[in-house]
């Protein structure tokens, strides 16, 4: 009865098919294991591997040990010490490999290798959706009969979020040669799917959303600690002002070897926020202004994107200094959800807390006469991810809404009209 929770916990109503697939793949037999290629296709709409990248790890099913390997390297050999002669590259039974360096020499590297375990995701950059290595494994089956699955795969993309289910039997992936005359297949290939859950990834959220118009005044702020609170009693130096005269020290504190982020003070404290402001309103059109501020100090966001909600997506126009595609996850029935990226060289690299550390587009939307009202909130996103990860949203409540008419605003006129009513029905009494 209470389980249900947890099997629904990795589900992304705007992308319900995302996934990273691991396929392994035999493609030959060695004298005491196989030679397998293993690649991760990242088949996520909006959600990538950013710096410092994958690390992935399993268990073995017997006594394997890995003899080589090309394109990614395991983190920790082990012991091998039964092993007189040459020892192999790992004899753990549950080891960790990570990506190679851009910049490792050739005859290290196969293809789809070798970018420090940065993964794009298939909307933004689909020829870097995926990364592979080549692994030599010994001590293992020489047969498809006597061949052991590994078990227990676990993906920290950098850190925890991902849930890989057990590797199955699949079709034998099939290779084409480069002039596309001759197909070869795998021996045999296994499938690993791991699905990503933000409640695993972090404890707290990583995003929140801010709101203004040129109707209202009020500049609807992101939710009071969105992202955590400020409490240097139980966690000092957990951010840091802009003025401060420590503030280098504080970047190149403890934390910066292990990626920790480290937020502007705000009253949010939040490393990103987008704020959402509905800008000029035509006949035909109206116009917002995105605005995509970084309040990490230790963190660059290369390639990336946020994702909103909006039932005016439909008829999105024109789109300035931003990237653009629509998603449909409900079989294309509804286009309400819109990706957005930065331009390459221009702007993908959102900077590190401080004058640069923000991005910025208009949106130009067409007016649908039948659905369009500023009234009661619509002009504002339904929901918003910034790299994956939905942000915190403000109260409904609390929106900018239209000024609308109220019994208080007609008073001043009411008023008068009663007092002088009221005053000649005295003054007819008293001389009646």
């Known amino acids: 009865f209470f389980s249900a929770p947890a099997t629904t916990e990795a589900y992304d109503s705007l992308d319900p098919n995302g996934n990273i697939t691991i396929k392994w793949d035999i493609i030959s037999w060695t004298p005491d294991g196989y030679v397998a290629t293993v690649t991760m296709f990242n088949y996520q709409q909006f959600r990538h591997i950013p710096a ?29 010490s039964k092993f007189k002669s040459a020892p192999p590259h790992c004899c753990k039974r549950d080891p960790t490999i990570v990506d190679l360096l851009p910049g490792t020499p050739f005859n290290q590297q196969i293809a789809n290798c070798c970018k420090a375990g940065v993964i794009k995701t298939f909307n ?30 676990t993906l920290r993309a950098p850190g ?7 590797a199955l039997v699949g079709r034998p992936t099939k290779y084409y040669s480069s002039d596309g005359r ?86 949010h404290m939040c490393p990103i926020r987008i704020h959402w402001h509905v800008k000029l309103n035509y006949k035909d059109y109206w116009r917002v202004k995105v605005t995509i501020t970084n309040f990490n100090y230790r963190m660059n966001y290369t390639d990336w994107n946020m994702v909103a909600q909006h039932p005016n997506f439909d008829n999105i126009t024109k789109l300035f200094s ?17 990706m957005f990226w930065g331009m390459k060289f221009y702007n993908d690299l959102l900077n590190q807390a401080g004058p640069l550390g923000n991005a910025q ?25 910034f790299n994956g990860d939905n942000c915190v949203m403000p109260s409904p409540d609390d ?32 001389y009646v």
């Open 182 to 267: 001759r197909v070869t297949q795998a021996l045999m290939s296994w499938n690993v799917t791991c699905t990503y859950s933000q409640f695993l990834a972090q404890k707290t959220p990583t995003c929140c959303v801010s709101l203004s118009s040129f109707y209202n005044d009020t500049i609807v702020n992101c939710p009071t600690c969105s992202c955590g609170c400020q409490n240097n009693i139980t966690r000092p130096g957990s951010c840091v002002n802009d003025n401060s005269p420590y503030l280098q020290s504080a970047i190149n504190g403890p934390g910066k070897l292990t990626g920790q982020p480290l937020v502007q003070c705000t009253s």
């Open 52 to 80: 410092p990248g994958w690390q992935l790890g399993w268990s073995w099913a017997k006594k394997e040990v890995i003899w080589s390997m090309v394109g990614a390297q395991a983190t920790e050999q082990g012991d091998c």
């Open 322 to 338: 931003f990237n653009y595609k629509p998603l449909t996850p409900y079989g294309g029935r509804i286009n309400d959800t819109a």
């Open 361 to 385: 587009s208009e949106l130009l939307m067409r007016k649908d006469s039948e659905t369009f009202t500023f009234q009661k909130g619509w002009a504002f996103p339904r929901r918003v991810y």
């Open 399 to 430: 929106y900018p809404w239209l000024p609308s008419a109220s019994p208080l605003t007609k008073q001043p006129w009411t008023l008068p009209l009663l007092v002088f009513w009221t005053a000649l029905a005295t003054l007819l009494a008293y």
């Open 124 to 153: 933004q950059d689909p020829g870097n959706a995926a990364s592979s290595f080549q692994i030599s494994v010994g001590l293992a089956g020489t047969t498809n009969k006597t061949v052991k699955m590994p078990k227990n795969f």
């Open 160 to 166: 925890p979020g991902y849930t890989c289910g057990r």
